[in-house]
C-alpha cells in the first residue's frame, strides 16, 4: 500500500512538473528577443568590457551565484559520504615527477592568476582560473602531497565557501530598492573582480577536494598512514 501510494505520489509530481514546463515554454514570445543587442547596449554601464563576464557576473548573476553553490553542495554531499581517499600509493614518487609537480604547480598558479584577470575584457573568468588551480590540487594529489585540507580542515572549509559567502555578502551590501545583483559603473568591476577572485579560490579548492574525496576530518597525512599501529 504505501509503495502504491509512493509511486503514485511520485507520478502525480513528474506530471505537475512536465506540465509546468509545457505552460513556461508555450508562454515564450513567439518573436525571439534580441539578446545579443540588449548586452552590447549595457556594456559600457557593467563593469567590464566582455559580454560574456557581464552576463555572467552582472546581468544574470543569479546564474552564477547558483552555479557556485551546487558546487559547494556537491563538496558538503560528497565529504558526508565518509569516503576514502581512492589514491593509495603504492611506492615513493620518481624524481622526474617531483621535479616536474615542482615546477609545473606554480607556474599553474600564474595561469590561473592570468585567466582570472584576462576575463573581464577576454575569454577567462573565475571558473576557468579555479579550474586550472584544482588541477593543480590534483597534481599535488597524485604527488603524495597532502592538500591543505588534510592539515587544517576548519581553513579548508572556509575557503571552500569563500566564493558563495563573498558573492552573497557584495549581493545585501549593494542591494537597492530591495534588488540584489544590480551594480552598474565602476562599482560594478571592481565588485566583479572582488566575487571573481574569490570565485576562483573557492572553485579550485572545491575541485581539488572532490578528487581527494575524503573529508578533512578523517583524512590523514601519508606519514601517518605509513605508521604502524600498535
Excluded at 85 to 114: F, K, S
Amino acid at each position: 500500500m504505501r509503495q502504491m501510494l509512493a509511486f503514485t505520489l511520485l507520478t502525480l509530481l513528474v506530471l505537475a512538473s512536465g506540465l509546468g514546463l509545457a505552460v513556461a515554454v508555450l508562454s515564450l514570445p513567439d518573436a525571439p528577443t534580441d539578446l545579443a543587442a540588449r548586452v552590447d547596449a549595457g556594456l559600457d554601464d557593467s563593469g567590464v568590457s566582455h559580454p560574456v563576464t557581464a552576463v555572467l557576473l552582472n546581468f544574470r548573476a543569479y546564474d552564477t551565484l547558483l552555479e557556485i553553490g551546487v558546487l559547494l553542495l556537491v563538496l558538503t554531499g560528497t565529504w558526508s559520504f565518509g569516503l576514502e581517499r581512492r589514491l593509495d600509493p603504492e611506492g615513493p614518487v620518481g624524481p622526474i615527477q617531483a621535479e616536474l609537480v615542482r615546477n609545473l604547480v606554480p607556474l599553474m598558479v600564474l595561469v590561473a592568476g592570468h585567466l582570472l584577470w584576462l576575463g573581464s575584457k577576454a575569454p577567462g573568468g573565475a571558473f576557468q582560473a579555479g579550474a586550472v588551480l584544482g588541477g593543480a590540487g590534483v597534481l599535488l594529489v597524485l604527488s603524495q602531497h597532502p592538500l591543505p585540507a588534510w592539515r587544517h580542515p576548519a581553513g579548508y572549509r572556509a575557503t571552500a565557501s569563500l566564493g558563495l559567502l563573498v558573492f552573497l555578502i557584495a549581493s545585501v551590501a549593494t542591494m537597492r530598492d530591495g534588488r540584489l545583483l544590480e551594480v552598474r559603473g565602476r562599482e560594478a568591476g571592481l565588485l566583479i573582480l572582488l566575487i571573481e577572485v574569490a570565485a576562483a579560490i573557492s572553485i579550485g579548492a572545491i575541485l581539488a577536494a572532490l578528487f581527494a574525496a575524503e573529508a578533512p576530518e578523517t583524512a590523514t597525512s601519508l606519514d601517518e598512514r605509513k605508521e604502524p599501529q600498535p
